[in-house]
């Protein structure tokens, strides 16, 4: 097993001494977008969404269907089926609602499930085509097994990136062997050198991840507080290129003595970066400068990380895709915590 490890050797916002420098995103083109309902008769609950082709597929819990996954018209709202069994047989996982990446090519769903140490793939064409042999399991490298769920994804050529295994921040990896691992973290310029542990634990519980379509790059960024980083993967190893501080965290920590602390958002924070969608030209983040948002506002990175523009809506984001930069498909959660399906033009 041969592991390729990258570093940074051009990142940016960083003082003299490598510690991180802040400095708030500035956005010179503003946008409101109209919000357009498609969907608020299905019972929608917290749950993840990804665009394929005319689709979209929503993970999560609804009245209808104790199925894992809804599929929807991406043009009509109009729900169509449902997929993938809950529970801990064959080709079953154990989440309601789980986090899930795309093969956009293939259309076909993959999901790790953190408490069975697997990984499920559902085709999309099977489901729609009512084939009862949609679903297999995949066996990847023991390293792989214990990323968390939230922060893994199909990159290309069946290769997958997992983010904070128990060894590693971030891994690639394929069925039959791992191919390169980083544990390399941004110094956020907060912690002593003997608590390191408790910003890279900051990472984990307020970072959001997204890939992109073509698998050779990623993004991950923070919330409640803001560092973006965008990774470049070029199929041997995986190295960060930009690094932006936004701004800097002011956490809450829990077990600072422990190997394992814990941190807790820290609401007098700005938003910072909540969740991210890339695409082949753009990184899409939900974002906001304030400590006090509604998550209606979409920001627009090209992949140097610098700002493009910023997009105002009325909804309230809990979860969010691009498809072709031209559309955001949104679950919008409403005033009543009820949540529907919306489409905003870009």
Same mark, same amino acid.
């Given at each position: 097993?041969?592991?390729?490890?990258?570093?940074?050797?051009?990142?940016?916002?960083?003082?003299?001494?490598?510690?991180?420098?802040?400095?708030?995103?500035?956005?010179?083109?503003?946008?409101?977008?109209?919000? @357009?309902?498609?969907?608020? #008769?299905?019972?929608?609950?917290?749950?993840?969404? @990804?665009?394929? !082709? %005319?689709?979209?597929?929503?993970?999560?819990?609804?009245?209808?269907?104790?199925?894992?996954?809804?599929?929807? %018209?991406?043009?009509?709202?109009?729900?169509? #089926?449902?997929?993938?069994?809950?529970?801990?047989?064959?080709?079953?996982?154990?989440?309601?609602?789980?986090?899930?990446?795309?093969?956009?090519?293939?259309?076909?769903? *993959?999901?790790?499930?953190?408490?069975?140490?697997? #990984?499920?793939?559902?085709?999309?064409?099977?489901?729609?085509?009512?084939?009862? !042999?949609?679903?297999?399991?995949?066996?990847?490298?023991?390293?792989?097994?214990?990323?968390?769920?939230?922060?893994?994804?199909?990159?290309?050529?069946?290769?997958?990136? +997992?983010? *904070?295994? *128990?060894?590693?921040?971030?891994?690639?990896?394929?069925?039959? /062997?791992?191919?390169?691992?980083?544990?390399?973290?941004?110094?956020?310029?907060?912690?002593?050198?003997?608590?390191?542990?408790?910003?890279? &634990? *900051?990472?984990?519980?307020?970072?959001?991840?997204?890939?992109?379509?073509? +698998?050779?790059?990623?993004?991950?960024?923070?919330?409640?507080?803001?560092?973006?980083?965008?990774?470049?993967?070029?199929?041997? =190893?995986?190295?960060?290129?930009?690094?932006?501080?936004?701004?800097?965290?002011?956490?809450?920590?829990?077990?600072?003595?422990?190997?394992?602390?814990?941190?807790?958002?820290?609401?007098?924070?700005?938003?910072?970066?909540? &969740?991210?969608?890339?695409?082949?030209?753009?990184?899409?983040?939900?974002?906001?400068?304030?400590?006090?948002?509604?998550?209606?506002?979409?920001?627009?990175?090209?992949?140097?990380?610098?700002?493009?523009?910023?997009?105002?809506?009325?909804?309230?984001?809990?979860?969010?895709?691009?498809? =072709?930069?031209?559309?955001?498909?949104?679950? =919008?959660?409403? /005033?009543?915590?009820?949540?529907?399906?919306?489409?905003?033009?870009?």
């Amino acid at each position: 097993m041969a592991i390729a490890i990258g570093f940074c050797s051009s990142c940016t916002n960083k003082e003299s001494n490598g510690k991180m420098k802040y400095s708030e995103p500035i956005f010179e083109k503003e946008i409101n977008a109209d919000m @357009k309902v498609l969907n608020n #008769t299905f019972l929608f609950n917290y749950g993840c969404l @990804k665009v394929v !082709d %005319s689709l979209i597929v929503y993970s999560g819990i609804t009245d209808i269907s104790d199925k894992n996954f809804h599929v929807f %018209s991406k043009n009509t709202g109009k729900y169509l #089926t449902s997929f993938g069994n809950i529970g801990r047989a064959f080709g079953e996982i154990s989440m309601q609602g789980p986090k899930f990446s795309i093969d956009k090519n293939n259309k076909t769903v *993959y999901v790790f499930d953190s408490m069975l140490k697997k #990984t499920v793939s559902y085709s999309i064409d099977k489901v729609l085509a009512g084939n009862v !042999d949609y679903v297999k399991e995949i066996v990847l490298p023991s390293a792989m097994s214990n990323v968390v769920s939230s922060k893994f994804f199909y990159l290309k050529d069946d290769t997958f990136l +997992g983010g *904070y295994t *128990y060894s590693d921040r971030f891994l690639i990896c394929s069925e039959k /062997d791992s191919i390169a691992a980083s544990n390399f973290y941004p110094d956020l310029g907060v912690e002593t050198e003997d608590y390191k542990k408790i910003e890279e &634990a *900051y990472y984990l519980f307020t970072g959001a991840m997204s890939v992109k379509p073509d +698998g050779s790059m990623f993004a991950h960024a923070t919330g409640r507080g803001c560092v973006l980083e965008i990774w470049e993967n070029n199929g041997t =190893n995986i190295t960060p290129s930009v690094i932006k501080g936004f701004f800097k965290p002011n956490y809450i920590t829990r077990d600072r003595e422990s190997r394992f602390p814990t941190v807790l958002p820290n609401s007098e924070d700005p938003l910072g970066i909540y &969740a991210l969608s890339c695409t082949d030209k753009h990184i899409y983040a939900i974002y906001d400068n304030m400590v006090t948002s509604t998550r209606g506002k979409i920001a627009v990175f090209d992949w140097k990380g610098d700002t493009e523009k910023i997009y105002q809506t009325s909804a309230r984001i809990e979860a969010f895709d691009i498809d =072709n930069d031209k559309t955001a498909y949104i679950l =919008n959660q409403k /005033d009543d915590d009820s949540i529907e399906l919306v489409s905003v033009a870009l």
